[in-house]
């Protein structure tokens, strides 16, 4: 009989699953799909015979959980990191407008690497640079009732500065707009990349497929130690036996010899399976979307990893050698559009910031997480739950509960290890 069942094979089911294995505990993970990442994996692209991930996943230094489970399951080689921060920003016509760190001291390096961005200009930098400075000041209780845009309008960070560095950086981890985010949130992020010493603000990318890079990693560290990982498996109910859960009812078994539960699905995936309404309330989330769109080109003349562009409809451009993959965050508008409706807004994107062609492009594949993350408005604060239910033997993960952080990598590792440590 297992310790426990987790249901959900993500980040935050793996790390779940992980962190109870390296406690002795003997674990079952239960995924739906055929094969594990949840909303982060890869997959091989047929036509090109070319490993793409589903989505491009971008880590920070500052992701001490993640980087904790990733030297767990022995797979910290497969990432790549930066020495020190840099975003090649592009403006239109390949203009390069670099932001990086310089080489003095923390945090000099830091307001220097700020002071010699030229998107803006001189007269913006120091207002920019004066917002970085007060940052640490500011009031979380009064940042909880205005939006990210509210914010940055009282500290006056004007439309150039947004468009230039603040709603990219914003967009690019909160995964919505400006007008919608809290200013809470968005400062909390900002603590933990800018006030956290060097390292905490560099970049960090996948070096392989994501299935490769974590996937396959996790599971053997899970398998090798005596648990089970379950693919093509439904969970299509749970029953009740007194103040717990009794049963899963699977599309093949129903089990019943388990000790504890840790349900690691989305909240609209959990509660089809509960069955008592209101058993862990709604907290009322509202999902936004990631556009990714993979393009193949008959000769790859970009040279850097990645880019930031500067008001465009397109966010990223990341460089992967065998492709390219253009990243739109925030991207609900786009989700009832054909594939060659946004095929036409990406290929003037290229023209426009990398004088790339229609017919320097070979091919092209397009996908759409249309509930990718859940926006982090200032009503979900207080309303997200804990990991704890009120089942005695029941307990919660995934990126959508209180970890104290947005819809990122970072949270839904954190609620597995929180999960995980609830079981003694």
Known sequence: MPDCIVIGGGFAGLSAAVHLTRKGKKVELIEASQKLGGRAYSLTDKLTNTIIDNGQHIMMGCYRETFEFFKIIDAQENLISQ?????????????LVPLEVTSGPYPFNLAAGLLNYKAISFKDRLLMLKFFLKLPLSSSRDLSKITVYEWLENE??????????????????????????????????????????????????????????????????????????????????????????????????????????????????????????????DPGFSYSSILTVHIWLKENKIDKTFYGLIDSDIHWIFNKGTHLTLVRSDANDLM?????????????????????EENDISDYRIIKEKRSTFIPSNDLQYKRPSSDTILNNFYLAGDWI?????????SAVKSGKMSAAEIK
């Open 156 to 281: 006056n960070q004007n439309e150039k500065i947004r468009k230039a560095f603040w709603e990219i950086l914003a967009v690019g981890a909160l995964n919505t707009s400006i007008y919608k985010a809290s200013a809470k949130v968005f400062k909390d992020i900002l603590i933990e990349i800018f006030f956290r010493g060097n390292n905490a603000a560099v970049i960090i990318l996948p070096g392989k497929g994501l299935t490769e890079t974590y996937c396959d990693k996790a599971k053997s560290y899970i398998e090798e130690r005596g648990g089970k990982v379950i693919t093509g498996e439904t969970v299509n109910a749970l029953t009740l036996e007194g103040n717990k859960v009794g049963s899963i009812i699977t599309n093949k078994r129903v089990i019943k010899k388990f000790k504890y539960l840790i349900s690691a699905i989305p909240f609209y995936a959990l509660e089809r399976l509960l069955p008592v309404k209101d058993l862990i309330p």
């Open 83 to 95: 020495d020190k921060l840099k975003v090649n920003f592009l403006q239109p016509f390949f203009k």
């Open 336 to 356: 009832e559009k054909s594939k060659e409706e946004i095929f036409e807004m990406v290929k003037k994107e290229l023209y426009r910031y990398c004088f790339i």
């Open 402 to 410: 209180n970890t104290g952080l947005p819809s990122t990598i970072e």
